[in-house]
């Protein structure tokens, strides 16, 4: 049958050749796919409807997964409906849905130009369906393209403007109620974090990802994010957990039998078999996804596992296949411009020509990962290549430039946060775990209850004796004589009961949506305030005023400020209060994270257990932001550590007192009258506060100040 239509279709399109199928084209397909296109093509030439025509190859684009033929139908489906736009004869519920058409069929090439590295053009593309779609009004079109975009941006390294076309996705996606996009727009916005280091934010994202695409029983989605997810368990040296994750999801994509996602998890597998000391097995998930990736032709694939069989043989000193293993994997990394790949692979070149005592080709080679690390901002491919270096400068002999990659290795360590992380992940997984666990705790609490009321059944049982019986006989007669008035009286109490239970179920009702009304505000203004920071991020760039910058710098630190304020507003059980110090804290850590690369700066930080409302947080926040900017930029300019002051307390008459400061050079800083002092003044005002400078080393302000109603 499938052949039959097939013949039909190119006697009645003979001049669209690329719509034709060969028989080597359809010996790739599935026998749904080939099921599908013999329906559709028989629907396409029974109807004498254009617009069912269109809808009916636009269908088969969305279904088919062989990119050489779904793409031939899109070429057509874009062909197509730019013709008939300019119809005069169509409605124009007609010509909005040609034009609709016409900007799939862009996006879809955009994804098949992307798949093939060609990422200009791609880029192109895209944007020429975006604003189609913008002029037809189509947000859920719109999301999607964003998102590609978003992805475009994130291959070749430029990763501000990655994070900024999610966030325009993930905005639009929420607004049409798209949620298995939201689902897919967050787990990108995961992937970055987990690039960047960010390994909280990655592992919140995912866990939140997995959560949607769970209730919409998205199984090819589930099966990648379980994969995502994996990676961080990896990473931590979790394998007993990433093995677990990562075997889930490998059932999932044979299940749908998705072969790109079935090698991409049999070399992290591969990986994790070698820490296991399973070598056999290692190098059979190897070879076994190396042939997946070359019958579905995915370059990026193929690199990837000749880099890991490369490392492989490598860590077992077989150098015989490493090199031609490794520049196999950088030609075709090269040839799509996969940036990340090359700064992994350039890494295991620099420790094989290291292993050989080759200083030179090893040091081009980890200069080259090290600058392509940079360009992209990722810290631990930047501590990878600092670690290699070190190695090399030591062999080397030349103990300054050693120095050097030793200190930039130490400062990547520490902005990964590998102690925190470990807590963080603890935290968020807790968090996933629980939504599947209370029902079961549900149930063992009733099972619990009912095992106590049996015990204590017996009991008494047991310790009952003829008085009791007697006792309660009378009882009960003496309960008879009041029958009639109790039952009478019962209605009228059931009545009030049912009442006051409705009553209290509204109430209840009414409570939760406004606690989530209130949950949303804070996310929203945070999501809000954060664009706000990634527009003064973006603009700055533009900026070469180094006193302008500055400007721009601390504005930013300001917004974050109160971002990370509103943060812990809607992640707290408790949306009218905030638990201080841990805000405090997040804080400090954040601002010394920013300011104080290559000093130890303690942090003195002891706080009484207070909680306040937002409308004292903000501004109490922007003083601490104010003052500590301050002593980070100046207070230890020609010193390599030092310590930052925060003491709150209540006093006897329902003040607060803070104590904020440093034990730095001290000098004019205090004196100063640029803005940052005004705003601390106008800040403190604004709490009832007064503020004092004084006489310890360093710099140390005392400030009392007023919980505001």
């Known amino acids: 049958m499938l052949f039959f239509w097939v013949q039909l279709y190119a006697q009645n399109f003979a001049d669209k050749k690329h719509y034709l199928i060969d028989s080597l084209e359809i010996n790739k397909l599935s026998s749904y796919e080939k099921k599908l296109i013999d329906s559709s093509l028989q629907v396409f030439h029974t109807t004498k409807l254009d617009t069912v025509k269109a809808k009916t190859i636009n269908n088969l684009v969305a279904y088919l997964a ?56 791609a880029l192109k593309i895209y944007f020429e369906s975006l604003a189609i779609l913008k002029r037809i009004d189509d947000k859920h079109g719109q999301g999607n393209v964003l998102n590609n975009i978003g992805t475009i941006y994130k291959d070749i390294g430029k990763i501000p403007e990655a994070l900024e076309y999610y966030q325009k996705s993930l905005a639009l996606k929420e607004e049409v109620g798209n949620r298995k996009g939201v689902a897919y727009t967050i787990n990108n916005i995961a992937i970055i974090y987990r690039s960047l280091g960010d390994i909280n934010k990655a592992l919140e994202n995912y866990l939140n990802c997995l959560n949607i695409l769970e209730s919409v029983s998205d199984k090819k989605g589930i099966a990648v994010v379980l994969n995502n997810v994996a990676t961080i368990y990896q990473k931590q040296e979790n394998y007993k957990t990433a093995k677990e994750y990562f075997e889930r999801s490998l059932g999932m994509h044979q299940e749908i039998n ?126 990878a290549a600092a670690m290699i270096l070190t190695h090399i400068y030591e062999k080397g002999n030349n103990w300054s430039l050693a120095y050097e990659a030793q200190k930039l290795f130490i400062i990547m360590q520490d902005s990964i946060k590998s102690k925190s992380i470990h807590e963080s992940i603890l935290k968020q997984k807790a968090k996933y775990d629980i939504n599947k666990k209370e029902q079961e705790i549900k149930v063992l609490s009733i099972q619990n209850e009912s095992l106590k009321k049996d015990k204590e059944i017996q009991e008494l049982r047991i310790n009952k004796n003829r008085l009791t019986i ?153 003083i601490i932001n104010e003052i500590i900017t301050n002593s980070l930029k100046h207070a230890f300019i020609d010193l390599l550590e030092g310590e930052i002051k925060i003491h709150i307390k209540q006093l006897k008459n329902n003040a607060f007192e803070m104590l904020i400061g440093d034990d730095g050079i001290g000098s004019v800083v205090a004196r100063q009258s640029g803005l940052g002092n005004k705003l601390i003044h106008i800040f403190v005002k604004q709490l009832d506060g007064t503020i004092e400078l004084l006489k310890e080393s360093g710099t140390v302000y005392r400030i009392v100040f007023e919980e505001i109603d």
């Open 470 to 622: 007697i006792l309660i006989s009378i009882a009960l007669l003496v309960t008879l004589l009041f029958v009639a008035f109790n039952l009478k009286w019962n209605k009228k109490k059931k009545k009030i009961y049912k009442l006051l239970k409705k009553q209290k179920e509204e109430i209840s009702l009414k409570n939760d949506e406004k606690t989530a009304m209130l949950q949303e505000i804070h996310h929203r203004v945070k999501n809000n305030l954060q664009v706000v920071n990634s527009l003064l991020r973006f603009q700055s760039r533009e900026i070469k005023d180094k006193n302008v910058l500055a400007i721009f710098e601390k504005a930013q630190k300001r917004v974050v400020s109160m971002a990370l304020l509103h943060e812990k507003m809607y992640n707290s059980d408790d949306l009218k209060h905030v638990d201080v110090k841990e805000y405090i804290s997040l804080l400090i850590a954040d601002l010394i994270e920013t300011y104080s690369v290559g000093k130890k700066i303690r942090q003195n930080i002891q706080i009484e257990d207070v909680h306040f409302e937002m409308r004292t947080l903000v501004p109490l926040g922007l």
């Open 258 to 383: 998705n072969k790109k996602a079935m090698g991409i998890t049999l070399v992290h597998l591969a990986s994790i078999y070698e820490k296991e000391g399973d070598k056999a097995k290692c190098i059979e998930y190897y070879q076994k996804s190396l042939l997946l990736n070359k019958e579905i032709k995915n370059a990026s694939g193929i690199a990837s596992c000749l880099r890991n069989l490369g490392a492989f043989h490598l860590r077992n000193n077989n150098h015989d296949k490493v090199l031609l293993l490794l520049n196999e994997s950088l030609d075709i990394l090269n040839s799509i411009n996969e940036v990340e790949g090359q700064i992994h692979t350039l890494n295991v070149l620099a420790k094989y020509f290291l292993a050989k005592n080759d200083i030179n080709e090893a040091k081009k080679n980890a200069l080259k990962s090290l600058s392509l690390a940079k360009k992209l901002g990722f810290p631990a491919e930047i501590k």
């Open 66 to 121: 062989n990119d050489e033929i779904w793409s031939q139908y899109n070429n057509w489906l874009y062909n197509f409906s730019s013709q008939r736009i300019n119809s005069i004869s169509l409605t124009k519920q007609e010509i909005s849905l040609y034009i609709n058409l016409k900007a799939l069929s862009l996006n879809n090439l955009g994804v098949s130009l992307r798949s093939k590295a060609k990422y200009n053009r």
